[in-house]
Every structure is written in structure tokens, then in C-alpha cells.
């Protein structure tokens, strides 16, 4: 069975400062989907950015970035020039690429407050 | 647009109560998933409908019965629930093909549901 880790309960940046959120999986599957998914206290889960494993080279949306290390199973998230309204619960999750194996993974989940 | 709609957003219910959840989507998604959430836990995975079958029930108590009448639509009927059931219930939807895009899974904003 796959598991996602989330080492950082609680993380805190300065707005408009970098910050980076870890995510470490594991598993024994070579196909497979890494998301990061963010629910401000408004609870809606919003995803942020999508990977592929066959994919080396890193996704990028706008601020977000991820850096995928396949070989280490981690996945990190990178918010650039950080705003309040980022300010959210970040999940990581994993998806087996299996068609039909619709399950995701979620990680416990960080934190992020943003401040001012 | 990936919209996924839920009604109701609150819902009070007392233990011999049978009420409904409901979720929609038109965005042509052909899979689509309940989740229950605690406060400051990640989403577990209750059920998912794969064009418009049952595919996965993750051993969900009877008093917990999903329903989807079409492949827009997704209900969850409530019976004779416990208050450890209060939780935020979450709707998704994904497109239900292979692929990432296919299978990243978009949520509603839940239902927030209290069990007196």
C-alpha cells in the first residue's frame, strides 16, 4: 500500500517571501500521479499543481513549483512571492496510475500561514 | 470550469433522522467520489462511482448508502447515523479516462454535517 508523509504540521512565511513544503511517499509502483491540493479555511480543496512520475522535468503553475525527486520519493511544493490568500491547509497526495485504481493518498496535511 | 456543487452546506441531524447529501456536476466527469473529513485531517475515501457503478466502497458502515441516479449527479443517504459521524462530507469528480488530466479528481465544498 502507498503512503504519503508530511513531516511539517505547521509552516509560516512573511508575504512575499519563498517558502517550501515537504512531501515524501512511498511506494513500489513506476507510473504514478503526485498532487498538491490546497483547502483555505473555507474549506473548498482546491488542486494546486499535478505531476506525472514518467515526467523529469518539474510542474509549474504561475507561483507554484514542485520539485520531483523520483529516485527519493519526495515531492516538494515551492510558493514564490507568497500571499495572504495562500494561506491554507497544503495536502499531498499520490495516485496510482492503474486505470481503475481510483484511490488517492492523501498525506496529513501543513499548515501555511502567511505573515504580514 | 470545474465546478462540483453540494447541497446542502449545513446539515443538523438528530441519530433517527434519515437525510440526503447531494452532488453535482456538469462538466461530463464519468467518475465521482464521496469523502469524509475530520477537523484537521486529511479526506477519507468512502465511495466511488466509475460510470455511474459502484467501483470502491472502503468497507463504509450500511448507515452510509451512496446513490447515483446519473452520471451528473451523486447522492449519499444518511440512516440512523452516530454523532462520531458529524464531519465535513466531500464530493469529486473526475473525468474517469486514463491519463493525469483524466484522473485528477476536482472537489465540492462539502457539507458540513452535525449528528445530535
Known amino acids: 500500500a502507498q503512503t504519503v508523509t508530511q513531516s511539517q504540521p505547521e509552516m509560516s512565511v512573511q508575504e512575499a517571501e519563498t517558502v517550501t513544503l515537504s512531501c515524501t511517499y512511498d511506494?513500489?509502483?513506476?507510473?504514478?500521479?503526485l498532487f498538491w491540493y490546497k483547502q483555505p479555511p473555507s474549506r473548498q480543496m482546491i488542486l494546486v499543481i499535478r505531476?506525472?512520475?514518467?515526467?523529469?522535468q518539474n510542474a509549474t503553475e504561475n507561483r507554484f513549483s514542485v520539485n520531483f525527486q523520483k529516485a527519493a520519493k519526495s515531492f516538494s511544493l515551492k510558493i514564490s512571492d507568497s500571499q495572504l490568500g495562500d494561506a491554507a491547509m497544503y495536502f499531498c497526495?499520490?495516485?496510482?496510475?492503474?486505470?481503475?485504481?481510483?484511490?488517492?493518498?492523501f498525506g496529513t496535511g501543513t499548515r501555511l500561514t502567511i505573515i504580514p | 470550469d470545474t465546478e462540483v456543487t453540494q447541497t446542502p452546506k449545513h446539515l443538523v441531524m438528530g441519530m433517527t433522522n434519515k437525510k440526503s447529501l447531494k452532488c453535482e456536476q456538469h462538466?461530463?466527469?464519468?467518475?465521482m467520489y464521496w469523502y469524509k473529513q475530520k477537523a484537521k485531517k486529511p479526506p477519507e475515501l468512502m465511495f466511488v462511482?466509475?460510470?455511474?457503478?459502484?467501483?470502491i466502497n472502503e468497507s463504509v458502515p450500511s448507515r452510509f448508502s451512496p446513490e447515483c441516479p446519473n452520471s451528473s449527479l451523486l447522492n449519499l443517504h444518511l440512516h440512523a447515523l452516530q454523532p462520531e459521524d458529524s464531519a465535513l462530507y466531500l464530493c469529486?469528480?473526475?473525468?474517469?479516462?486514463?491519463?493525469?488530466?483524466?484522473?485528477?479528481?476536482?472537489f465540492g465544498p462539502g457539507t458540513r454535517l452535525l449528528v445530535l
Open positions: 511506494t513500489s509502483e513506476s507510473d504514478y500521479y
Open positions: 469529486a469528480s473526475s473525468q474517469g479516462i486514463s491519463g493525469p488530466k483524466g484522473e485528477t479528481q476536482y
Open positions: 497526495a499520490y495516485r496510482s496510475a492503474d486505470f481503475g485504481n481510483e484511490k488517492l493518498t
Open positions: 505531476q506525472e512520475a514518467y515526467k523529469q
Open positions: 462538466m461530463g466527469h464519468r467518475a
Open positions: 462511482y466509475s460510470y455511474e457503478k459502484l467501483s
